[in-house]
């Protein structure tokens, strides 16, 4: 199967993460690692529910992940995320040492794999990261768009 196949493959379900989150009050963005074919790590936004700043969903999958490989390290492995990863999430990709990342929707204001920031492929650090960006990007950028939509037409209904 080519690469690209097999990426919409797997974004597509980072996508169905990411609608959980949704439905959970949570800005919808899913996560997950492959190493070959195999999925090691999944993981949805929880910042809220969890009241932890940093439970977005590339965290929680790389956190299972490890688990999964016994190692803080996950070389060789492919993270799929719905929206580019911000500069904590990279952090935790570069010192995992995840090989490539794949990405659905650009993040023009705090994307930190080539928006606005470009860690992991500026050759700045000791580790490289292949990024592919914009798999499933309408699919991905609809999802974000239509929660934030709602949500504030909710807070101008509620005032809340």
Do not use: W
């Not at 980072?14 to 195999?38: D, H, M, R, Y």
């Not at 977005?56 to 060789?76: F, K, Q």
């Not at 960006?133 to 699919?139: K, L, Q, S, T, V």
């Amino acid at each position: 199967m080519d690469r690209h196949k097999t990426d919409t493959i797997f974004m597509k379900q980072a996508l169905f993460l990411a609608e959980s989150a949704a439905q959970k009050g949570e800005v919808p963005v899913g996560a997950l690692i492959t190493l070959g074919n195999i999925i090691v790590g999944r993981g949805e936004n929880r910042p809220i529910s969890s009241n932890d700043p940093s439970a977005h969903a590339e965290i929680i999958a790389i956190r299972e992940a490890a688990g999964h490989c016994n190692n803080y390290r996950i070389p060789g492995t492919t993270l799929y995320v719905t929206l580019e990863p911000c500069i904590m999430c990279m952090g935790a990709i570069i010192h995992s040492r995840i090989k490539r990342v794949v990405f659905g929707a650009y993040d023009p204001k705090t994307g930190a794999a080539g928006s606005r920031y470009s860690i992991g492929s500026d050759n700045l650090l000791n580790h490289h990261v292949d990024i592919s960006g914009g798999i499933c990007e309408e699919e991905c950028a609809h999802l974000i768009k239509t929660f934030f939509k709602e949500r504030r037409k909710k807070i101008s209904t509620d005032g809340k």
